[in-house]
């Protein structure tokens, strides 16, 4: 079945450094990937999708690769900020609409 | 921003009990999901819905679980007989269609404690 690993340790950075996420899948090979955003009792709040045939896309301080190869993802932050501090989920779309989501990585960022 | 509104934010119910929680996805979206997330957990999907039907249920979804639209604007999850482990925070979600390159809009869940 999909799998989907994303770092289960906390990330903490210095307020200003660029945040790194990692996502890998395996057993998959998904046309496109997304990112979200989980705050304590919220639910997810989309961030950027991207297709297999683009290697990265940005949105302001964001930014997210896509290597096919390696079937992974990154996620990065840059100038990070305390307000960055969430769970960053990494979600592969399937052909039938479900997400698969990863369990997702903590970023805390000090300021 | 137009959102996905879910009621009630936190359900207690007792073992064995009926529970029904409430969803009202954006309003222009066709396709509406249900996932579930166990405390310290990942997101789980449930089950995507599309014209009246169910489009596709995951394992999870077993014959406790019913889902309905019962009118232009809810939807709803039905767990019929409730067991500990339904335990969780369940969230709705919505998107404009299907297709794999589109964002879903999640509502901000329901916690459901099963006691």
């Known amino acids: 079945s999909q799998k989907i690993e994303q770092n289960s340790e906390a990330l903490n950075i210095q307020e200003g450094k660029t945040a790194t996420l990692t996502c890998n899948y395996t057993?998959?090979?998904?046309?496109?990937l997304q990112w979200y955003r989980q705050d304590p009792g919220r639910g997810p709040v989309f961030l950027l999708l991207i297709r297999e045939n683009e290697k990265e896309k940005r949105k302001e301080r964001l930014k997210v690769t896509f290597d096919t190869t390696l079937k992974q993802s990154l996620f990065h932050i840059t100038a990070s900020q305390p307000a960055d501090s969430a769970t960053y989920l990494c979600a592969l779309s399937s052909n039938t609409g479900k997400l698969i989501f990863g369990q997702g990585t903590t970023l805390q960022v000090k300021p | 921003e137009p959102e996905v509104t879910q009621t009630p934010s936190h359900q207690v119910t007792q073992m064995g009990q009926e529970v029904i929680l409430r969803c009202v996805p954006i309003s222009n979206h066709l396709y509406f999901y249900w996932y579930r997330q166990i405390l310290g957990q990942k997101v789980e999907f449930l089950v995507s819905?599309?014209?009246?039907?169910?489009?596709?249920k995951s394992e999870i979804f077993d014959d406790q679980f019913s889902v309905e639209r019962p009118d232009g604007s809810n939807f709803t999850l039905k767990i019929r007989s409730t067991k500990l482990e339904d335990s969780a925070m369940y969230f709705c979600?919505?998107?404009?269609?299907?297709?794999?390159?589109?964002?879903?809009?999640f509502g901000d869940g329901t916690r459901l404690s099963i006691l």
């Open positions: 057993n998959y090979s998904p046309a496109y």
């Open positions: 819905f599309y014209n009246n039907e169910i489009s596709e």
């Open positions: 979600a919505s998107s404009v269609d299907k297709a794999e390159d589109q964002p879903q809009h």
